[in-house]
Every structure is written in structure tokens, then in C-alpha cells.
């Protein structure tokens, strides 16, 4: 039985300053509530709400409970509070260092001053002048008297500057910095300084997420929760009192826009999280103002009908500042639409950003996106930007052109430096050099990699000490956390001891290369590709041993499942293809004249290959052949291709490598067993009507 049909008695009632629990029936101010709890938070719902937080839950039902509480965005939240952990653990570490310098720093410079005052001071004596002990607001007043006076004795004008400074920056310490000493306690002791860690829940509802970060975020000193709607703001109040979180979270009434502008000139949050409804494009801009140097940023974008379709491209421009990409990797293009939307908002105020992590979940977007004031990496970013000509009507191929050049030079001192240019254009005629349909333009969006290895690795190893009961969708955070190490590494950097889990690493998370730029960014589908030159679908196992077995890398996406993500170029795909037609699954109809089928079938007739090595084919890429007798008589090599006696064979385009469909190099056993693709619980999974 649901827990709204419990019948409510004077027993079961409490109030709102009773001890949160799951399923707890609250009364207050006439009203009676029940208790969600979510992670370490309890939310209050009415009681005439459905409050199931199974997300199989009934259309209509959860139409009803979504304003209060929406399950199915409970792995989004746990994944957040995890990132924000993994990269506060990172920004609390940097801030006690830079603190630990500042003291040192000051220690170094009142040492200097006092002997530069008992210098002062001998000097006067030596005149015959005799001084009151004054204090060092006096004296530095004196001094400054004594310079215009040009006396004997006077400190120079510049090192006034520099003391002038120092106690500027002494006054900055008293009033409360963040790089203030340690506070004087209640009793007189020494209180340890503690790094402010600040957060923004920027579009809050009934601020669930507000609650966890302070809840679970151990070092988070302020949690702001922000909501336009007064009912909604009343709402979180009601629930920071029954979490008794009054001393860590604020409740605010207002818009989000305006708000977050408000901190355009002074210190803002280390957090924001932006979550709407649908685009958090208008959020973007007045977020990058709101954030501290080397912040982090949380944005979440549910319409993919925009971003991933090409049904609004208008609008895909007007909100993301590119044009969609469209075919199987629409998602991914999403993605790169939306860090792209983040890049050049961030540039325009000398801020660069990195991507910590890009997910596409479910029915909507996530990424994690370190911010930093950092001009010298903005100047990467038109380098690290690219349009892509995809052959959508056609073939399915795509080239990229990115819309300038980063070349890296050597210094007088050696060290590497960036001079920047435009990059040679176009990267692709105006017809595909495949098939010959047509190709059509997408972007500008982000070229640069989607993820940073250190920081996934760091939220993996987390993973190793949390409550399962307290982030219910662990399963499913791993499982996708491992595709995205894979996707970003093609599986070379995975430590596959200690049963696949990842160790307690350095909190600090490794700056990733500002310059680098990902030349393979889209996956393909196997089956896809088949179809176009109307053949039975390769197995994966078999397309990627064919691709290993040619020396190229090979992963999965985490955008969908079946996909192939690899650094070999189409041609080489459709070499491989075409492989596959002739070794495996011959034809029975041939593609219609004029298809893009019969284009690409049409070119593999250009020049052959060997099997025998020759100078234009590396040893390394052709394995050794079979013996002699298995050759002549045509039989099977025995991992499951067969051998064709060493002759001229159909090269597609002049590509010039065997191809061997080896499934046993195909498979990943050392993988690991992970939750990597959640199949929706329900009929018409996906968002809501915008609440009323």
C-alpha cells in the first residue's frame, strides 16, 4: 500500500521539528505531509500526492508527484553529489595550499618590515632624537610625513608601495577573507581556518538538491537555494527546517538570471548546478559571471529535440550557437553543442573551460565543466572548435574542419608555446567522396575531448566506500563512469587488478592538455553501416577484431548501445566493409544504380593488395599468413575467416591492409560485468508536461 493510503491518526502525526524519516506523516500549519527520503534528504510532499519512488510509476501518477519529487532523476542527483565531492575534494586541497603560501608569504614580509623599522629606529637614535614607542598605525603615518619631508631616515617611495600593500592585505585578513588566520574561539582558543566551499542551486523547486549537497557534501560551508517561485521557495524553507539545515542552506526568492549577475563583481560560488526544464542556454552567461576561479559548473539540458534534432535547427542555433548534428551520434553532437555554447560564453571574460565529464542520459544532457581564468588557454578554443560535413542523406560518413590551427613552437627557454592561424579549408568537397550524395554542414561545436581521465577515475574510486542505500543507482553510475573511461581512453589506461576497482587516488585532479582536440568524436553502428550496402550486419566482436587486427584503437560509446567508437577513417570503415561482403555475407541483390550503396561497392575495384607484405604495408599490420597447405586448398585459418591464396584482392579506395574478422581479438573478457545501458522502466519514458 502506498504510503499516502495509510490512514492518518493522532498517533502516527508529527511535527515538523521531529527527527526526519522515510514515510514520516508531518502536520503543520494545517497541513499534512509525507516524507521522501532521497540520499542523506528528506523532502516534505502532501499527502494527497502520490510519493512512490519507484520509477515505474504510472504516467498519470507521476504527472501528479513530479512538481515534489521526480525518481527518475535520482541518478542525475547522485551522480552530481558524487562530482561535486570528487571536485571539492580537489578546489578544498588548492585552497589550503594557496592559504598555507599566503601565510608564509605574510610571515616573510612582517619579518622584513620589523627590521626594517628597527633600521629606522637606529637611525634616529644616531641623531640624537628621542622617540615615544609608537604604535604601527602611528608610524606608518610618521613615515609617510617623513618621505614627503625628504628627512634622513625616510623609507623609499616604492618600498612604501609594497607596504602599503601588506597592510592592505592585513586589513583584507581581518575583515574576513578567505585567507584569513585562525579565528579566536569562544574560549579564547585557536579555531582552525576552514576554506569556504560554496554552492548554488540555481533553479532549486523543492530544493531536494540543496538538502543533499548539504547533507552530503561534508566540506560545503553555504548552500544557496534559489527559485523564482514563491511556493516553491516556501517549500524549501518548510523542508531545510524539518532537515534542520538552517545554518547551512539559504532559501532565496528571485531570478535566477538576475541573481547570478548580481555577483558580476565580487566573489560568487565554487559550485553552480543548473538543472531546468529544457535549455539552460539562458542560464549560461550569468552563471560564468556568478562562478569563482576554477569553479565548477553542473548544466543539465533536456531538450533534445532542439539539440539532437534536426527538426528546429533555427532554434538549435538561436540557443547553442551551432547547427545539429543528425544521424546515430545526434546525442554526442549534442553534447559537443552545449560545451560549445559554454566555451564561447566563458571566453568572452578570459575564462577557458575543461570538461570534467559529458553524459548523455536517459532523455537528456550533463556535463561537468571546470571554469578557470585563464586567458592564455582561450586563445586554444577557435582551435578546438569545428564544423562537421556529414553526409546524412547519403552514406551516413561525416569529415571535420576545425576553424583554426594550434601549432605548437619551442620557446628561447625550450618550453612548448602556441602559435595560432587559420586552418586550410574545406576538409571535404562539396559531394561525399564515398557515396557522392550530397553533404550538409553542422557546428561550430566543441572539438576538444569530453571527459578528464583523473577526474573520472576519481569519482570511480569514491564509488568504493559509498552506502549503496544512500545512492540507490550506484550500479548504474559505475557502469556508465567505466564506458566514459573507455570511450575517452580506448581502454589503454584501465588497471585491470584488484578486481576492476579503481584505487583511493590524490585529491587533486590533473589538469588536462588546453590544445587537445578530438579528431575521431562520433561513434558508428555496425548494423547502420550495413545497410547500406545491403548486407547482413557484421557481429561487434567481429568488427572490432577486424579493426584491432588493422592497428586501430576501438571502444563503445556511452551514448547508445552497439556502437563502435574508433580512430580509423571511413575509408578504412568501408574497406572493412566491404571485407566483410566479400569474406562473409556475398550480396544476393546488388544495390540499385545510383544508391549509396552501389557508389561505394563501385570503388573496390580500384587497386588491390598482397597478403604478402610489400614496402607500402607495414609487417606489423599484416599478420603472418597460415601454412602453405591451408592456403592452396582454401581452408579455414581457424579463428573463423577463410584464406584466399596470396593474390591482388579488391582494395577500396587504395587502402592497403588485410582484413581478418578475428572475434576472439574482438572481445573484451576483462571488462568487467557493469550496468552500462539502462533500458527505460516504463512506456514513454522521457520528461514531463512543464509543471503549472
Known amino acids: 500500500m502506498a504510503s499516502s493510503d495509510v490512514p492518518m491518526t493522532d498517533a502516527t502525526v508529527q511535527t515538523i521539528d521531529a527527527t526526519p524519516q522515510a514515510d514520516q506523516h508531518i502536520s ?45 532523476q535520482q541518478f542525475n542527483r547522485d551522480l552530481t553529489v558524487l562530482a561535486i565531492k ?36 637606529t637611525t634616529n637614535r644616531g641623531n640624537g632624537e628621542t622617540e615615544a614607542p609608537t604604535t604601527d598605525e602611528s608610524l606608518s603615518k610618521k613615515r609617510k610625513l617623513v618621505v614627503a619631508n625628504g628627512e634622513e631616515g625616510a623609507v623609499h617611495p616604492k618600498r612604501q608601495k609594497t607596504l602599503d600593500k601588506y597592510g592592505a592585505a592585513e586589513q583584507e585578513e581581518e575583515e574576513g577573507g578567505d585567507d584569513q588566520d585562525d579565528a579566536t574561539g569562544a574560549n579564547g582558543g585557536r579555531t582552525p581556518w576552514r576554506p569556504s566551499f560554496r554552492i548554488l542551486d540555481a533553479l532549486s523547486a523543492t530544493g531536494l538538491r540543496a538538502l543533499r549537497f548539504a547533507k552530503e557534501v561534508p566540506f560545503a560551508t553555504a548552500v544557496t537555494a534559489n527559485d523564482m517561485s514563491q511556493n516553491a521557495v516556501d517549500s524549501i524553507k518548510l523542508n531545510v527546517k524539518h532537515n534542520k539545515l538552517e545554518e547551512t542552506v539559504t532559501a532565496k526568492t528571485g531570478n535566477a538570471i538576475a541573481y547570478m549577475y548580481s555577483y558580476c563583481d565580487k566573489k560568487g560560488y565554487d559550485v ?25 559548473l553542473c548544466v543539465t539540458c533536456t531538450d533534445s529535440a532542439i539539440f539532437a534534432s534536426h527538426g528546429y535547427l533555427e532554434k538549435t542555433y538561436s540557443q547553442y550557437g551551432g547547427l545539429p548534428f543528425k544521424g546515430e551520434p545526434c546525442h554526442e553532437g549534442g553534447l559537443r553543442l552545449v560545451l560549445h555554447a559554454i566555451a564561447t560564453s566563458a571566453g568572452r571574460y578570459g575564462m577557458a573551460i575543461e570538461p570534467l565529464l559529458s553524459l548523455s542520459i536517459d532523455y537528456y544532457i550533463r556535463v561537468f565543466v571546470r571554469v578557470r581564468k585563464a586567458p592564455t588557454d582561450v586563445k ?16 551516413g560518413a561525416w569529415t571535420t574542419q576545425f576553424l583554426a590551427r594550434n601549432k605548437v613552437l619551442k620557446n628561447k627557454n625550450g618550453d ?38 583523473g577526474f573520472i577515475e576519481r569519482v570511480l574510486a569514491q564509488l568504493n566506500e559509498v552506502d549503496k542505500q544512500t545512492y540507490a543507482t550506484t550500479d548504474r553510475i559505475e557502469g556508465m563512469l567505466h564506458t566514459a573511461l573507455e570511450e ?16 583511493a587516488l590524490d585529491p587533486l585532479i590533473p589538469k588536462s592538455d588546453p590544445a587537445e582536440v578530438d579528431h575521431h568524436p562520433f561513434f558508428i553502428i555496425p548494423s547502420s553501416v550495413a545497410k547500406i550496402v545491403h548486407c547482413s550486419a557484421p557481429p561487434l566482436a567481429a568488427m572490432r577484431g577486424a579493426l584491432r587486427h588493422a592497428g586501430f584503437r576501438v571502444t563503445m560509446s556511452h551514448c547508445k548501445p552497439g556502437s563502435i567508437k574508433t580512430d580509423a577513417s571511413w575509408k578504412d570503415i568501408w574497406h572493412i566493409m566491404l571485407e566483410w561482403v566479400r569474406q562473409r555475407a556475398p550480396l544476393k541483390n546488388l544495390p540499385k544504380a545510383g544508391s549509396p550503396g552501389a557508389a561505394i561497392l563501385a570503388k573496390s575495384n ?7 607484405p610489400t614496402a607500402d604495408i607495414a609487417p606489423a599490420q599484416v599478420p603472418a599468413d597460415p601454412a602453405p597447405e591451408a592456403q592452396s586448398n582454401g581452408e579455414n585459418s581457424g579463428d573463423g575467416s577463410a584464406t584466399t591464396p596470396a593474390k591482388d584482392l579488391p582494395a577500396y579506395l587504395n587502402t592497403k ?17 557493469y550496468v552500462r545501458y539502462q533500458l527505460a522502466p516504463r512506456e514513454n519514458w522521457g520528461p514531463m508536461s512543464r509543471a503549472k
Not at 275 to 289: M, R
Not at 419 to 448: I, N, R, V, W
Open 488 to 503: 575517452i581512453t580506448f581502454g589503454t589506461k584501465l588497471d585491470k587488478s584488484n578486481g576492476g576497482k579503481t584505487q
Open 416 to 453: 612548448p608555446m602556441y602559435k595560432h592561424g587559420f586552418a586550410q579549408g574545406p576538409s571535404a568537397d562539396q559531394h561525399c567522396e564515398h557515396c557522392g550524395h550530397k553533404t550538409h554542414l553542422s557546428g561550430p561545436m566543441y572539438g576538444g575531448p569530453l571527459h578528464n581521465v
Open 86 to 121: 570528487t571536485f571539492g575534494l580537489d578546489s578544498i586541497q588548492r585552497k589550503l595550499k594557496k592559504h598555507e603560501q599566503f601565510k608564509q608569504k605574510r610571515e616573510r614580509t612582517r619579518q622584513r618590515i620589523q627590521a626594517e623599522r628597527a633600521a629606522g629606529d
Open 606 to 612: 580500384a587497386t588491390g593488395y598482397t597478403k604478402t
Open 28 to 72: 503543520h500549519d494545517g497541513k499534512e505531509y509525507t516524507t521522501i527520503k532521497e540520499g542523506l534528504a528528506h523532502i516534505l510532499v502532501p499527502h494527497d500526492i502520490p510519493t512512490s519512488t519507484d520509477p515505474r510509476l504510472s504516467k498519470e501518477e507521476h504527472a501528479k508527484q513530479q512538481v515534489f519529487y521526480n525518481p527518475i
Open 657 to 673: 591492409f588485410e582484413v581478418n574478422f578475428d572475434e576472439k581479438l574482438g572481445k573484451d573478457h576483462d571488462r568487467g560485468k
Open 272 to 296: 553552480i548546478d543548473l538543472d531546468p526544464y529544457g535549455t539552460a542556454a539562458p542560464f549560461i552567461d550569468s552563471a560564468i559571471q556568478a562562478i569563482n576561479d576554477d569553479g565548477l
Open 380 to 395: 586554444l578554443l577557435a582551435g578546438k572548435t569545428m564544423l562537421v560535413y556529414h553526409c546524412e542523406s547519403g552514406c
